[in-house]
């Protein structure tokens, strides 16, 4: 039978990382749920859902005048205390020379020192009310407590917010420059997780993101998911933008040096993975059928985790066309 002709690949042993895949979710370091601190109706929504905000930038603002009545009557009774005060100010000062020069008697002095406590006492009394009234109003101005990207917006213009009972959600802020993934690995790979381990964030096609490390190992199991959660910083970037996305975490655990294949050589019959490779025999080389164990993929290759040894002659074309046993020319390799 004449020798077909076929490329060949001389297998060397790579290092290969050993890793396990799991959904992974990004999260904001720092995120806030906005709550209204007052009751009342949603007079203006300043920002749109998904904008860049600065911290202390006006978001909504809930209808103030209420609340403004209070204070512009607050800052009357404070403006009416002050010229009682101010006018015993000036009374006490008489009084004192008055009494100082004799014309006056003790009695009467002290009944206008008494007086210019009392109105003293009554005008901080005022200042203090009005600042607390000032400060209750501005509790109807909503504003970004830090810098972050604002989420979703359930309330509309109009809307009755209220604090008791089941509080109204007005909206979100999240961090955007602190982000971390969350990933939950099962129990029964307790033993491998530690900090530093790498972390290869992918897109759901397995587009590679970024790569970061373990810097978080949670100290107690999940009850629900039966995993520990562990933690991994990511840089915002346009593939990630936002709080709550889904991502792939690929954990590295160790790194081996392992046999690697092209995709193209491995065949399959039912669920065994095959190569044909080119052994010499009598001076002939011949096409033997050899089952591998296949490992993770890395970039168009296969990795071997066994079945394979460095220096065996991979036949990578033709490969539809071999039988085992069958006559073959290696061209390289």
């Known amino acids: 039978m004449q020798a077909l002709p076929v490329q060949t690949y001389s297998v060397a042993l790579q290092p290969v990382p050993q890793s396990s895949e799991y959904v992974a979710t990004i999260k904001s370091r720092r995120s806030a749920t906005i709550m209204p601190q007052v009751n009342g109706v949603l007079t203006a929504i300043k920002v749109p859902s998904g904008e860049h905000v600065d911290a202390g930038q006006v978001l909504m603002t809930i209808d103030p005048r209420q609340e403004q009545a209070a204070v512009d009557s607050q800052r009357a009774t404070e403006r009416q205390k002050k010229a009682v005060f101010d006018y015993n100010v000036t009374e006490l000062e008489r009084q004192r020379k008055l009494f100082e020069a004799g014309v006056t008697s003790r009695e009467l002095y002290d009944q206008e020192q008494q007086a210019y406590q009392n109105s003293k006492a009554d005008y901080e009394s005022a200042v203090e009310s009005t600042r607390t009234q000032e400060s209750l109003l501005a509790y109807y101005t909503i504003r970004a407590p830090f810098a972050g990207i604002v989420g979703d917006i359930p309330v509309h213009v109009g809307d009755y ?3 008791g009972g089941s509080p109204t959600m007005l909206t979100t802020v999240d961090e955007f ?8 690995i099962p129990t029964e790979r307790a033993g491998g997780i530690r900090s ?3 972390v290869d964030i992918e897109d759901t096609n397995g587009k590679l993101l970024q790569k970061t490390n373990i810097d978080f190992i949670s100290p107690q ?6 995993g520990i959660l562990v933690k991994a910083p990511v840089s915002p970037t346009p593939d990630i933008l936002r709080n709550m996305q889904m991502v792939k975490a690929k954990v590295i655990w160790t790194t081996l040096p392992m ?3 092209p995709v193209l050589a491995v065949t399959r019959q039912g669920v ?5 490779v080119a052994k010499q025999n009598k001076g002939h080389f011949m096409a033997v059928q050899v089952p591998v164990t296949l490992g993770d993929t890395v970039g168009n290759a296969y990795s071997i985790t066994s079945g394979l040894n460095a220096g065996d002659k991979v036949i990578v074309s033709g490969t539809q066309f071999l039988v ?3 006559p073959v020319m290696p061209l390289g390799g």
């Open 161 to 163: 917010v209220a604090t």
């Open 177 to 184: 420059n602190n982000l971390e993934a969350y990933v939950y």
């Open 196 to 198: 530093g381990l790498e």
């Open 221 to 226: 199991v999940d009850s629900t998911l039966q």
């Open 259 to 261: 046999a690697v294949v």
């Open 272 to 276: 065994q993975s095959f190569v044909y």
């Open 324 to 326: 085992n046993g069958m």
